[in-house]
């Protein structure tokens, strides 16, 4: 057609090609998948049954940068055997027999990250047996679903990936709003706002004869106190 073509084109041809089953192709930023894929942490398995049946193992493919043939190229060692793939800090792409197969996909797979951040919070986050997940992974079959991980279910035994979440998510997702760098420090930005924060309410209550230096002492000495309990 005359339309210009999307930028993620190369990685929708990718998907067509490699998958002749696979007749559409969406690919989104859904916020709590997308959130996945910016922190580089896999969702895990063997855990919610919905994204068991019909998501299967979601993987995440590496960062590149979007909109050229690197991208086709690192979704391209998870096609054959998902139908889901976070793109590392960037987003989610589908692809299934048809469109609302597609849309089905996506509405799962960030119901999933939102449920298990959820679930984090509430300081529990209980996983299946292999005997659970063997029943589920043959019920899929039932549906006439395929997933790579069949011959393991019939032998009753179903790897899991829980370790990434459960090691690199810690409890207070949400809660506090943290921005922590790559040594889980409290980065120099969030300490810079907090105490921009501070010394305008300090400056607003603080009395006429308090100087500049004594304001600003206070305020230093506040935001250490504030940044030590994050």
Do not use: W
């Not at 086709?72 to 590392?88: E, Q, R």
């Not at 048809?98 to 797979?109: G, N, T």
């Not at 300090?202 to 504030?226: F, H, K, N, R």
């Amino acid at each position: 057609g005359k339309r210009k073509r999307s930028s993620e084109f190369l990685m929708h041809a990718a998907i067509y090609k490699a998958r002749p089953d696979v007749v559409a192709v969406i690919h989104s930023h859904p916020p709590h998948a997308t959130a996945f894929a910016v922190a580089g942490v896999e969702l895990p398995t063997c855990i919610h049954p919905e994204a068991e049946v019909f998501l299967g193992p979601v993987k995440l493919a590496k960062y590149v940068t979007p909109g050229d043939q690197r991208l086709a190229d690192s979704i391209l060692p998870f096609v054959k055997d998902s139908n889901t793939i976070l793109l590392g800090s960037h987003g989610v792409v589908c692809f299934d027999s048809d469109l609302e197969q597609c849309y089905y996909k996506l509405e799962i797979v960030d119901a999933y990250a939102r449920i298990l951040l959820l679930a984090k919070q509430l300081g529990n986050v209980n996983t299946l047996s292999a005997a659970e997940m063997s029943e589920l992974i043959q019920l899929k079959a039932r549906f006439g679903l395929s997933d790579p991980r069949m011959q393991e279910a019939i032998k009753g035994h179903v790897t899991c990936n829980v370790s990434d979440f459960m090691s690199r998510v810690s409890g207070d997702v949400g809660e506090k709003g943290r921005m922590v760098g790559p040594g889980g420090q409290v980065t120099a930005v969030q300490r810079e706002q907090t105490c921009a924060a501070v010394a305008q309410a300090i400056g607003s209550m603080a009395p006429a004869q308090y100087s500049e230096a004594d304001i600003e002492q206070l305020v230093q000495t506040i935001t250490d106190q504030i940044m030590a309990t994050m």
